[in-house]
């Protein structure tokens, strides 16, 4: 018997462990695996295999049941997770329902989430822009937070290295504000989008419109084909999961190429409640697992361990690890854990149509979705009643008239070729937040989910901040599409829109300088438990207003990097 428990010990240990297994949780398996480390990949949703589990990839519009619409009695069921954009029929089995996994919203927060090997790698819009150091340094000039522990020079090799291999397109545009990177070629802006750009240059020293940068293979690399990924096909299908790979996703690119090494094991179904730690080792040993099918309680082990939850899981998981030496949360010591919560500010639109250009029009589809605006308030130096700034998203379409009367021939012909009308143009705002300690999570006292987990309460709220920066986007892009001529311009702040929807929640466990008022170091690792590294969202001091994904991956890959070179030392 002895033997037999020896044994199954030996079988639940592991060189790593990585909790997670989306955007970050795949480069942790994948940059573990490949400096040779027996990984254990924990997830606690289901498996969803690259071409395999992509059940509408190949689906004709009129193959949908319901036409691609959610139905009504869906959309009542699921109010939060009915309000996200991309939320269709199509992808619908992606997306975490609400009521399967509740949380307690002491003030209204939409919390979207992906709960499956991939996470919500499946589902992004793959927008990635690098952070420069007018946003690394931004706390510190600003006064809020608290200083980032590093600087653009730590990662900006670290975002080269994580580029090359997820593959991302753009241009090189020599803007210090959003620094270039290793592009595969851009999308290109169509013409209305390249007759704003040419206008904003012109007229405004500081400002630009660019191509957006996503994660997109426009001219894929032997590293890409190398992972079995080849060209996107501009089908702009993406969150059904894409066949070609043309995107980067987990399951296309970083979980298939961990498996591919030997290394990894992947283990579906396992919702991590807490992790293990050993007073007198002074370091965590493991975590404890919860097997969603059976209901196990199960125990694995390792040397590090990798928390990859997404943001506020892994605040509910390391909040969720107490012991005596950590009875407020692991690596708590400075009760920080679970605050400092902040997100991004999507809460405004400028619309407005646009007169002539009627001889051009666009042909096939841009997966990168047009234009992007990068940040340009508060830049060199605060200007404004308001603090940090905000980026924009850009896109001009050409708009279609479809007669949909009559029956038969008539309504198949004017369906076919329907009448072109004249140009828009739309941008939407992406702000930075100011991470406050009033904006919280944290767990509930009484009630747990099916899987033992105490209920996450979330008390998440805007300020006046925001208010001021997004009437001032509205302003500003209203006086930039005004000057650039077009017509009945329509500025709108999204009605009733609760702080969430953006998708980008982050902090809770954040980097810096000081264990007494940080969670992390400048690797990621815990100030006070230095087996456990953070490298997803829970770790950002601050938000930036770029999309954040891509940061996590090179935190990740750094993060990696130093964790092993410091267990081959004999330090971990
Ligand atoms: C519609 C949409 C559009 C987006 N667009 C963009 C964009 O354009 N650019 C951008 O940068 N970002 C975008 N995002 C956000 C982006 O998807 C996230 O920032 C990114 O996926 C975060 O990576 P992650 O590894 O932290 O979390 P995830 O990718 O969510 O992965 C976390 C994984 O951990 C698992 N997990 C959670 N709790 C546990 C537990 N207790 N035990 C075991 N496993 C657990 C989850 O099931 C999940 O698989 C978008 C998101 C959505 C949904």
Not at 134 to 160: K, Q
Not at 317 to 328: E, K
Not at 408 to 420: A, C, H
């Amino acid at each position: 018997m002895a033997n037999l428990n020896i044994d199954s010990v030996k079988e639940r240990t592991f060189d790593a462990i990585v909790i997670g297994s989306g955007i970050s949780g795949g480069w942790a398996a994948k940059e573990l695996t490949g400096k040779g480390l027996k990984t254990l990949v924990l997830e606690r949703g289901r498996d969803v295999k690259h071409n395999i589990d992509y059940p509408t990839t190949n689906m004709y519009p009129w193959e949908f049941k319901h036409r691609n619409e959610i139905p009504l009695a869906v959309r009542e069921e699921n109010p939060i997770v009915s309000r996200c954009y991309a939320f269709h029929e199509d992808a619908a089995h992606f997306f975490v329902k609400d009521k399967e996994h509740p949380y307690i919203q002491e003030k209204p927060f939409d919390w979207i989430r992906g709960y499956q090997v991939g996470g919500k790698s499946l589902l992004w819009a793959r927008q990635t822009q690098r952070w420069s150091d007018f946003d690394f340094e931004g706390p510190a000039r600003d006064g809020f937070a608290v200083d980032w522990p590093i600087r653009y020079a730590d990662i900006a090799p670290w975002y080269s290295y994580v580029e090359k291999f997820a593959g991302i397109s753009g241009n090189k545009d020599g803007i210090a504000e959003l620094p270039d990177g290793e592009f595969l070629p851009g999308f290109p802006l169509n013409t209305v989008e390249k007759y704003f750009s040419d206008h904003v240059k012109k007229t405004y020293n500081n400002r630009h419109v660019i191509s957006a940068r996503c994660a997109h293979l426009s001219k894929p690399e032997p590293i890409h084909f190398e992972q079995g990924r080849v060209q996107c096909q501009n089908r702009v299908l993406c969150q059904r999961g894409c066949p070609f790979g043309g995107y980067f996703s987990s399951n296309a690119s970083t979980i298939p190429w961990a498996m591919k090494s030997g290394n990894m094991t992947l283990r579906p179904f396992s919702v991590v409640q807490s992790i293990i730690y050993d007073e007198n080792k002074g370091k965590a040993t493991g975590v404890r697992v919860i097997d969603t099918n059976t209901k196990e309680v199960i125990e694995y082990y390792a040397r590090i361990i990798f928390v990859n939850a997404a943001a506020l899981n892994t605040n509910m998981i390391l909040l969720n690890s107490t012991s005596n030496r950590f009875p407020n949360g692991l690596g708590n010591d400075s009760e920080v854990l679970g605050k400092y919560v902040a997100f991004h500010l999507y809460t405004a639109t400028v619309n407005a149509d646009v007169e002539g250009f009627t001889e051009f029009k666009t042909e096939g589809r841009n997966p990168a979705g047009g234009g992007y605006i990068p940040r340009f308030r508060n830049v060199q130096k605060q200007e404004t009643d308001f603090l940090r700034g905000y980026a924009a998203g850009l896109g001009a379409y050409r708009s279609t008239h479809t007669d949909s009367s009559g029956v038969g021939s008539k309504l198949k012909n004017s369906l076919g070729s329907p009448e072109l009308g004249g140009w828009g143009v739309g941008s939407h705002m992406m702000g930075e937040t100011i991470p406050k300690e009033s904006n919280y999570v944290k767990l509930d006292k009484d009630q747990k989910d099916e899987w033992g987990m105490p209920l996450l309460r979330i008390s998440v709220d805007y300020d006046d901040n925001d208010h001021k920066m997004t009437n001032d986007y509205l302003e500003q892009v209203g006086e930039m599409f005004e000057t650039a001529g077009f017509k009945n311009i329509r500025k709108e702040i999204t009605k009733g829109k609760a702080p969430g929807l953006d998708i980008h929640e982050m902090g809770g466990a954040r980097m810096g300088h000081d264990p007494k008022t940080s969670i992390l170091n400048k690797w990621n690792q815990v100030h006070t438990c230095s087996n456990v590294f953070v490298t997803d969202g829970a770790c950002m001091t601050s938000t930036a207003c770029q999309n954040p994904s891509l940061t996590y991956m090179a935190f990740t890959a750094r993060s990696v990097d130093y964790a092993v070179n410091e267990m081959k030392k004999g330090n971990l």
